[in-house]
């Protein structure tokens, strides 16, 4: 209503939109990086072709990705019952834990065919467990679920060192890591390369989130939860319930980033590995504006941007990491946040095209 | 910023190198808190400096950010035909254990963690024998019999710091008493200094007046906080005497620099070979900080007594317990 | 005499709609001009561009005869036009005299400003009668204040022209009134007043003349005096409108719900319902009047399964709810118990859902929309089209966003959506609550062909008008507690009485009667 100029043509909104935002990027990253003597175009050439410029690095770039789409759906399904879930380093943490604890405990008794779903199980059952605390803590008790979760990603941290440090480490070990696990845990994966099978399971669960969120009575409940809360206690759904359910599916999806890593990668219990990628998912999930669709795409973009830059870092040595991750931070911050920033002037430009 | 403007024109310099040299293809791979950490990661490239000052030959390298870039890294350098890669740190010998078989003709150094390959070269330190020393000097140096140590993140390994710390100071005083603190549990504990400089206040709150940091960059903010309360710190890994004249008491020297350097030396002269070497006191892989920093605060007498107790272990006189021989300090 | 604004010409569209379409009136100096129209008539878009938020597409605006350009509410403000919205734009957390000076604090300290404005704010409040606590918090003012606080705040910023959007549909009768008091003070010291609504009733009691706006055009004009309800109506809607709705005597049957001393205390133990005890019989329409906030809201609730009392008994279709044995609304459902919240979008619907979601709201679990686990996205479209067409939603567009629908559509929309169910048992809260008198005619008719269906309805409104018109039978509510019954067609000043707390309810009788 308060919005006195025309809406934009779709195509504007969805394609001419983003290529501005891109571009806006683009000519602040150059400045900065011109500054440290680079060509910023040289940079751009070396940060796409370092993504995407051979099997190895797309291969890498969609590993990344994997890990990106897991936590972003969960932020999103949160989101979508109005839960802001901070929570997906802590139950990406513990889901590999409860992934890596079915292993050791199986893979010597049990095949790869009966291995591999039991341990994506208990990484889900891990994950969904670890954020079922604050959703019961709010829903029964009134604890702020973003506080919560903020400090169970700590606790999950703590756990982790503490059982790593003095329960798990393999014996005569002089690094905090479990023992090997066997083979029949191992996801298929390119040969030489992190990629391997959770991609497949991250699209799955693409899918498998948008059916349940636009397609079944309880996603239907928990988006009713989301954009109205008293509109779903009269529609008789238990919020309380829905509460839990929401980050229980949340905090599943965060832990498959425990399937991608260890089952995938490592193959063992490791520190470390979630490195963040919790916490991005609040940002991919924003800039896929909540939808699977949207999440896939910007996982993607951010899988580029994490193999790229570190492809860009390796390649000059006058680009540091930190430098990478300012580069990372403008690209995310002009077509994520900033996303509508353009939009004024382009309207402003299309009144002048057709006066009406 | 020195140090920032030394390196960049050390950089210009390599630039112009690279070309003339083809044969030797030196890289390394850092560990998590970054090349320039006053620590760990800068004495390997303190020691990468002076290889390239000598031999001329430039050295590439990379700074991970998360742990999956360990293994991409070593492999790329690898796919590059670096030859030899050094991997610094503990946490990057799960990747160099593949990235080695994958990759049997390149020779590879891991410092701080064994790596059982024939073209993996090992390099640890008894840093449980360093640590037991600047313990010795901190009980003597204490007045208050309070001695503080500030870890980086509570892992085996810097438990072994704590554990040697801990000796020597019962060792030179054994009513005295180790108050320890550790920054935390994420990698982050190793580039924390607000926290570590609290950490240090907290624990001169509680009588502690000789601090030993053992944290990585974090322990700058120990340092710092030691300086603004007028107590005595320890640093760690490089000589970090020079930091803070006055209340710096020494420093446990951990001779990355010296390992890096040698990695390279033994490879351009052809001697390197796939093996471990443990460095402690006596291979001189381990020692404690004596210079013009320090040497006001160390009497002739102090002195003495910790180049006794350092013979001493050399000679075998006296064990140091190491914590990651059974996972105890006992 | 010139006028002290006139449109001239005036002609709005956004995208595809055509909202303004060539509209020219003139606002009297000193006198209260009332624009009626129904909802999506036009009459906002027209202020709002008088108020410079948009912008005309043709047009001119006049302001004591001299043309003038409106591009912001700036502009507006400095030719003495000022704007009370029908949503309040005022900070909570702040007290009555931060709120006024909010935005003309005059100077860098606040200290002074506010010393001079609080003499002016006293000023106003003496001149015009609008007696408000400057150093209260907004927070603890009544709705009916808090309106108050914005005519000030318009006042303060020198306005001499008063644009009102719809201030009542936020107010209590009692409020109503004295708003209008207020206005009238402010017109004898020559305050220039357009009024926006689309009530009849307060355009015939307030203005002095009237403009009646329909899709987009300005249709009429009138002296108040030389018109009437009938007539207005008529232009509004375009065609004739019953204003008497007709009904055949009920039929009662048997007692499908019947609430027995409940009572209801909040967290912080106020008493928010003492002692209501009713029966409701199929083929029967009882009203709950009362003015809002005297425990009609937590009535419904607790009869729609949504609270539980904390003492008392509910039975409903023979389930008995109480304290240690609460129902739940999904349950009430199941047992034939439809309910039509008061505040449709806060409850009723979810505004960022398609209309065919809303549609299916507490019902989404039914069979019919179900194949297997999976919500069948046909068969809950075909189910909201089928209402929309029955109950005649416009747009009839089930793909629509819920909050895109004008209000009548979006009370249709919920009330098609709980008839459809055929239950047992009706409750309604404020059934045309912001809805147009087309509509208002339309639901009436629906609620009493139900009644005539069989179920038995119970239709909670503080509209006294129509609690009078579709009640067969009307309780009371004063204070959390039922102060009296009377049957259907009950003379209005006796209700009134009764709402106001006096004790002088001439048939207050026992269970039944």
């Keep these: 209503m308060r919005n006195p100029r025309r809406p934009l043509p779709a195509w504007a909104d969805i394609v001419l939109l983003p290529l501005i935002n891109i571009a806006l990027a683009f000519v602040t990253v150059s400045i900065i990086v011109r500054i440290n003597g680079v060509d910023p175009f040289h940079a751009l050439r070396l940060l796409v072709v370092g993504a995407l410029g051979s099997p190895e690095s797309i291969g890498y770039t969609l590993y990344y990705a994997t890990n990106f789409i897991f936590t972003g759906l969960a932020v999103a399904v949160a989101f979508h019952g109005g839960l802001f879930n901070i929570g997906g380093e802590g139950q990406a943490y513990i889901g590999g834990l409860g992934c890596g604890l079915a292993i050791l405990a199986l893979d010597r008794y049990l095949p790869a065919w009966a291995m591999i779903p039991i341990a994506i199980l208990a990484a889900a059952l891990f994950g969904a467990a670890w954020a079922a605390v604050p959703a019961w803590l709010q829903a029964w008790r009134g604890s702020h679920i973003v506080i919560t979760t903020i400090m169970f990603n700590f606790v999950a941290a703590a756990l982790m060192v503490y059982l790593m440090v003095n329960v798990l480490i393999a014996p005569g070990s002089m690094t905090p890591q479990s023992r090997n696990f066997e083979p029949s845990s191992f996801l298929p994966a390119m040969q030489g390369n992190a990629l391997n099978l959770s991609l497949g399971l991250a699209l799955v669960c693409c899918l498998a989130v948008w059916i349940f969120l636009w397609r079944t009575p309880w996603g239907y409940a928990l988006r009713t939860m989301g954009h109205n809360p008293e509109a779903a206690v009269y529609a008789g759904t238990d919020l309380r319930r829905m509460t839990m359910v929401a980050m229980g599916i949340s905090g599943g999806l965060a832990g498959f980033v425990g399937v991608n890593e260890l089952m995938g990668v490592h193959h063992r219990i490791v520190l470390d590995f979630p490195a963040g990628y919790g916490f991005a998912g609040i940002a991919v999930a924003l800039m896929g504006r909540n939808h699977p669709l949207g999440i896939a795409l910007a996982a993607l973009l951010f899988g580029i941007l994490q193999q790229g830059g570190a492809e860009l870092a390796f390649e000059i040595p006058t680009i540091t990491r930190e430098m990478v991750v300012v580069i990372q931070g403008l690209v995310i911050l002009f077509s994520g946040a900033l996303v509508q920033l353009p939009r004024p002037w382009l309207q402003m430009l299309f009144a002048l095209r057709r006066p009406s | 910023m020195k140090g ?261 030396k033994a490879m351009q002269g052809g001697s390197w070979r796939g093996d471990v070497s443990v460095l402690g006191l006596k291979e001189g892989g381990v020692d404690w900080a004596y210079d013009q920093y320090n040497e006001k605060l160390v009497p002739p007498e102090m002195k003495a007594k910790v180049e006794a107790a350092k013979a001493d272990i050399i000679a075998g006189k006296i064990t140091v317990h190491d914590y990651m021989s059974n996972n105890a300090c006992k | 005499m010139t006028a002290a604004i006139a449109l001239e010409g005036i002609d709005k569209s956004f995208g595809s709609v055509h909202a303004v379409r060539g509209v020219s009136l003139a606002i009297e100096k000193g006198a209260i001009t009332g624009i009626i129209g129904e909802n999506g008539a036009g009459k906002s878009t027209l202020m709002s561009i008088l108020y410079g938020l948009y912008h005309a597409d043709a047009g001119t605006i006049r302001v004591d005869g001299q043309p003038v350009r409106m591009d912001s509410p700036h502009a507006a403000i400095a030719h003495g036009i000022g704007m009370v919205h029908q949503h309040f734009m005022l900070i909570d957390g702040f007290t009555v005299l931060e709120n006024v000076v909010l935005g003309a604090e005059g100077g860098p300290l606040l200290a002074g400003g506010l010393a001079a404005a609080r003499a002016e704010l006293e000023r106003l409040e003496r001149d015009y009668g609008l007696a408000v606590d400057p150093d209260a918090r907004v927070a603890d003012l009544s709705v009916g204040e808090q309106q108050r606080v914005e005519i000030l705040k318009v006042l303060f910023r020198g306005a001499r022209i008063l644009i009102l959007d719809e201030p009542s549909a936020v107010l209590t009768p009692q409020e109503t009134d004295r708003l209008f008091r207020i206005l009238a003070t402010l017109k004898a010291r020559g305050v220039t007043i357009v009024l926006i609504t689309h009530k009849l009733r307060e355009i015939m009691a307030a203005t002095d003349r009237v403009y009646v706006m329909r899709q987009g055009r300005m249709v009429a004009e009138r002296a108040t005096p030389d018109t009437d309800a009938e007539e207005l109506a008529e232009l509004m809607v375009g065609r004739k409108v019953r204003l008497q709705l007709e009904k055949a005597p009920p039929r009662r049957g048997e007692v499908r719900l019947e609430a027995g001393h409940l009572g209801l205390v909040d967290a912080r133990g106020v008493r928010l319902l003492d002692d209501v005890s009713l029966e409701l019989r199929a083929g029967e329409i009882v009203g709950i009047a009362g003015v809002s906030g005297n425990g009609q809201t937590e009535l419904l609730q607790v009869l729609a399964g949504i609270r539980p009392p904390s003492t008392g008994t509910l039975t409903v279709c023979g389930r008995t709810i109480d304290a240690r044995h609460p129902g739940d609304p999904a349950e009430m459902r199941d047992l034939g118990l439809a309910h039509v919240p008061e505040d449709r979008l806060r409850q009723g619907m979810v505004a960022a859902f398609r209309a065919s979601e809303t549609a299916i709201l507490g019902y989404h679990e039914q069979p019919q929309f179900n194949r297997r686990f999976l919500l069948s996205v046909p068969a809950v479209g075909a189910h909201c089209a089928r209402l929309m067409e029955r109950f005649d939603v416009r747009p009839q567009v089930p793909g629509l966003r819920s909050s895109s629908f004008s209000g009548g559509n979006q009370q249709k929309l919920v009330l098609a959506r709980e008839m459809a169910q055929e239950p047992k048992v009706l409750l309604v809260g404020q059934p045309t609550r912001g809805v147009d008198i087309g509509a208002i005619e339309f639901i009436h008719r629906e609620l009493v062909r139900s009644r005539d269906a069989g179920c038995a309805v119970l239709a909670v409104s503080v509209e006294l008008d129509e609690i009078l018109s579709l009640a067969d039978r009307i309780l009371v509510m004063f204070a959390g507690r039922i102060v009296g019954e009377v049957e259907g067609g009950a003379d209005e000043r006796t209700l009134g009485l009764m709402m106001a707390g006096a004790k002088a309810a001439p048939a207050l009788s026992g269970a039944e009667g």
């Design chain 2, 4 to 264: 920032l403007l030394v390196s960049l024109i050390a950089l210009v310099a390599m630039g112009s190198i690279a070309q003339a040299q083809t044969t030797l293809k030196p890289a390394i791979v850092y560990a998590n808190g970054g090349k320039f950490d006053k620590s760990f990661n800068e004495g390997v490239s303190n020691g990468a400096k002076k290889f390239t000052d000598e031999i001329k030959i430039a050295v590439v390298d990379f700074e991970p950010s998360n742990e999956t870039q360990f293994e991409q890294a070593l492999r790329r350098f690898a796919q590059r035909g670096n030859d030899p890669i050094i991997a610094v740190g503990f946490s990057q010998a799960v990747a160099l254990e593949k990235v080695g078989k994958e990759f049997p003709n390149t020779h590879f150094t891991i410092i701080d963690s064994v790596v059982k390959l024939p073209n993996v070269q090992s390099v640890v330190f008894k840093e449980h024998e360093g640590s037991f020393l600047v313990g010795v000097l901190a009980a003597l140096a204490s007045k208050s019999g309070k001695i503080g140590f500030v870890g980086g993140m509570d892992i085996p390994l810097i438990r072994r710091f704590q554990c040697g710390y801990e000796q020597g100071v019962k060792y030179a005083n054994p009513s005295a008493e180790v108050i320890a603190n550790m920054t935390g549990t994420t990698p982050a504990a190793w580039n924390d200094p607000g926290r570590g400089a609290e950490l240090a206040k907290g624990q001169f709150d509680r009588g502690v007046d000789v601090v030993y940091a053992a944290a990585g960059n974090t322990g700058t903010g120990v340092l710092q906080a030691a300086k603004d309360r007028g107590k005595l710190a320890i640093g760690v890994d490089s000589n970090q005497n020079y930091l803070h004249p006055g209340t710096m008491l020494t420093s446990m020297i951990k001779r990355v620099d010296v390992a890096a350097y040698n990695s390279f």
